[in-house]
């Protein structure tokens, strides 16, 4: 997978810029770190979101989200988005939102 500038973009400005956020490369594409703690990321084709486990049965509704997996594990809490609702603002921005929600909780990590 590869970055995907107009999605990063695009993710950046969902998130409406809040004070703490950094973008790091990771995972072969851009991920966004909210006071040092993974909030979303985007790749080539598909966006992550952080919602924790409490809203992800809401953030599996809507359209083109999946469960993140790695190795075969399932991530709960772990959002992809991906296929056409990725360019649906709507969706995007709703899942952007629940991230902030759930991860603007956890307190700032030491650097």
């Known amino acids: 997978m590869t970055r995907d500038p107009g999605l990063e973009s695009q993710l950046l400005d969902d998130l409406d810029h809040p004070e ?41 509704r809507f359209p083109g989200t999946e469960r993140m997996s790695q190795s075969g594990r399932d991530k709960p809490g772990f959002i992809w988005l991906s296929g056409p609702s990725l360019a649906d603002d709507t969706i995007r ?13 956890f307190p700032p990590k030491d650097r």
Do not use: D, I, W
């Open 93 to 105: 921005q709703g899942l952007a939102r629940m991230a902030l929600a759930h991860v603007s909780t």
């Open 20 to 60: 703490g956020l950094e973008g790091r490369p990771m995972f072969g594409g851009l991920c966004y770190m909210l006071n040092g703690h993974m909030l979303c990321a985007s790749r080539e084709g598909r966006a992550m979101f952080r919602v924790g486990k409490a809203s992800e049965p809401e953030a599996l």
